[in-house]
């Protein structure tokens, strides 16, 4: 149980075009998820907070015009990256709060890798 | 706001000793301490995680202590195999997770 699943989980895409990821929840309802961004050797690094039914809370220095996170459902939350840039390359991972274990436990998306030319 | 710190950034052992990671953490409002394994591109997996009202937890060859008061939290692996090799992550939490840097630990036959 608790599976989360993401999609697509690779994409190139030419500098400038907007990309959009989705993260899903496939056994328990999320109403809370997590997008993280995570470079070569490096640690995750929270992004924003995603709450079903209401805007997203980005962590200081993300810019949330520029990283659009929607969670229409309780098991669907997507993060559109715009405009991309070279610099936006990276391997962006979500996860989702399932309350069944325990209230803190996160389940990790098996991540989306970005390629911006 | 919450800041973790994750030592040492690398780990070489041998298959059989033991492999010790320390994190320590700046709130003293988390309350749960997670850590995860993460292989080269794949999602990081939950291996073990304790709670402020805990001091330690084990489960078979791996264990956790939480030291509260020096705010400390450590990931203890006793006979460590080959397939331990990965980067291990600590975590402190008040809903939402902080990262440490992280640890490349590799585990020689």
């Known amino acids: 149980g608790a599976v989360v699943s993401q999609h697509p989980s690779w994409v190139i895409c030419k500098s400038g075009t907007s990309v959009k990821i989705e993260c899903r929840s496939l056994?328990?309802?999320?109403?809370?998820m997590f997008w993280y961004r995570q470079f070569p050797k490096q640690s995750l690094m929270l992004m924003a907070t995603s709450n079903e039914g209401s805007k997203a809370t980005y962590e200081q220095g993300v810019e949330k015009d520029k990283f659009l996170i929607n969670h229409a459902s309780l098991t669907l939350s997507t993060l559109t990256v715009t405009s991309a840039h070279p610099e936006d390359s990276s391997f962006y991972i979500c996860?989702?709060?399932?309350?069944?274990?325990?209230?803190?436990?996160?389940?990790f998306g098996p991540g989306t890798r970005l390629t911006v030319l | 706001g919450e800041n973790v710190e994750q030592h040492p950034s690398t780990l070489s052992v041998q298959e059989g000793d033991s492999a010790v990671i320390k994190c320590t953490y700046s709130d003293s409002a988390s309350n749960y301490f997670p850590w995860y394994k993460q292989e080269l591109g794949k999602r990081p997996q939950l291996i073990i995680d304790i709670r402020s009202n805990v001091g330690e937890k084990k489960d078979q060859r791996i264990a956790v202590t939480l030291n509260k008061t020096a705010k400390h939290f450590s990931l203890h692996i006793t006979e460590t195999q080959p397939e331990d090799s990965a980067v291990y992550f600590c975590a402190a939490s008040i809903r939402k997770l902080i990262f440490g840097a992280g640890t490349r630990l590799a585990v020689h036959p």
């Open positions: 996860s989702a709060l399932s309350g069944r274990a325990n209230l803190d436990t996160q389940y």
């Open positions: 056994d328990f309802q999320a109403t809370t």
